[in-house]
């Protein structure tokens, strides 16, 4: 049985995901995470709203890119 309209299972789909996908979630959700902690306890008052949000997206582009870059896609024939 098929779940979706492509026709193609669940388990096959979730099966296709790079692990590259989930590295890259985890980074971003690494640095949302550090940065609301950081910006509501120990550096209160120091950046603004808007600094906030710049070094959190920033640091989550990084941490993407860094943990994407050494996680190994098990998908791939090379």
Known sequence: MTDNV??????????????KVGAAALGAAVATIFWTIAGATFWKDT????????LCG?????????????IRDRLRNE
Do not use: D, K
């Open 6 to 19: 492509a026709g193609i299972s669940r388990e096959t789909a979730a099966s296709a995901i790079s692990p």
């Open 58 to 70: 920033a640091s989550a582009t990084v941490l993407a890119f860094i943990l994407g870059y050494f």
């Open 47 to 54: 950046f603004t709203a808007s600094e906030i949000s710049g």
